[in-house]
């Protein structure tokens, strides 16, 4: 039996490990966030959203198949 990888392989728990690590960052820093900054966070959650829309879409065509 096939072990069952809920991401398919995909890098998305290092991911959000770095949309975490990103907003600690700020959350532990005074002074104003910067434009640039905000746009690496808003990348990698729109990365985050993305491969999750794939993961549903695997995990569906999984299920139809089964």
Do not use: C, T
């Not at 890098?11 to 532990?28: H, I, M, T, Y």
């Not at 104003?32 to 746009?39: A, C």
């Not at 729109?46 to 139809?64: G, N, P, R, T, Y």
């Amino acid at each position: 039996m096939m072990k069952y990888l809920p991401d398919h392989g995909l890098p998305l728990v290092q991911l959000k490990e770095q949309r975490r690590d990103l907003v600690v960052a700020l959350q532990n820093r005074n002074g104003p966030v910067s434009g640039s900054e905000l746009m690496q966070i808003a990348a990698v959650q729109q990365a985050i959203s993305a491969f999750e829309d794939v993961i549903a879409d695997l995990d569906a065509e999984m299920e139809a198949a089964a």
